[in-house]
T-cell receptor
Framework: DGGITQSPKYLFRKEGQNVTLSCEQNLNHDAMYWYRQDPGQGLRLIYYSQIVNDFQKGDIAEGYSVSREKKESFPLTVTSAQKNPTAFYLC????????????????FGDGTRLSIL | DQQVKQNSPSLSVQEGRISILNCDYTNSMFDYFLWYKKYPAEGPTFLISISSIKDKNEDGRFTVFLNKSAKHLSLHIVPSQPGDSAVYFCAASVSSFSGGYNKLIFGAGTRLAVHP
């Protein structure tokens, strides 16, 4: 069963601590994305990656870091520099134009809710 | 600067009737539009999309209409069912073939409640 797995579902962070959110996909998608959702707001793009070993900042990248060492995995680290990390984090993936496709929808995982202790 | 706006935060519809969810955008470069449905504590699920070369796309009970001159799209659900109760997000992107990177810009969402 293909899909996107995010773990953990709930995560708590202490002040000054870095935490890493996991995202794994077995859809053979080239592109992966991280979004943040706050109450009453749409999803905002944090980082995205079109291909392995390459990633780009989205609209709200400050205080976050990512890596893309494997096609299947795109972990997000919320650093202590992120002053307001409490949010619902969503990972997504899509077939990318590099595979000869265009206009393909992004598919989402079930999210990780991060809270501050 | 909100490039994609969903001006109605909530909508209540009776079961069996039509639900119409609206979305406006400002960036004329957007050429691909999507609707996602989201239940609490879950990720959004893709519903239906439309390319800017079309003005209508239909999939079962769901139809999306695109009015490029007005920069407006709408999602029609007919007939509405209680299981359709969720938050619906409109999203737009500039496709890779148009020089973009398929980055989605989301609206704030509309909460649909379908009651018996």
């Amino acid at each position: 069963d293909g899909g996107i797995t995010q773990s953990p579902k709930y995560l708590f962070r202490k002040e000054g601590q870095n935490v890493t959110l996991s995202c794994e996909q077995n859809l053979n998608h080239d592109a992966m994305y991280w979004y943040r959702q706050d109450p009453g707001q749409g999803l905002r793009l944090i980082y995205y990656s079109q291909i392995v070993n390459d990633f780009q900042k989205g609209d709200i990248a400050e205080g976050y870091s990512v890596s893309r060492e494997k096609k299947e995995s795109f972990p997000l680290t919320v650093t202590s520099a992120q002053k307001n990390p409490t949010a619902f984090y969503l990972c997504a993936s899509s077939i990318d134009y590099m595979q000869g496709y265009s206009n393909q929808p992004q598919h989402f995982g079930d999210g990780t809710r991060l809270s501050i202790l | 600067d909100q490039q994609v706006k969903q001006n109605s935060p909530s909508l209540s519809v009776q079961e069996g009737r039509i639900s119409i969810l609206n979305c406006d955008y400002t960036n004329s470069m957007f050429d691909y539009f999507l609707w996602y449905k989201k239940y609490p504590a879950e990720g959004p699920t893709f519903l239906i999309s439309i390319s800017s070369i079309k003005d209508k796309n239909e999939d079962g009970r769901f139809t999306v209409f695109l009015n490029k001159s007005a920069k407006h799209l709408s999602l029609h659900i007919v007939p509405s069912q209680p299981g359709d109760s969720a938050v619906y997000f409109c999203a737009a992107s500039v496709s890779s073939f148009s020089g973009g990177y398929n980055k989605l810009i989301f609206g704030a969402g509309t909460r649909l409640a379908v009651h018996p």
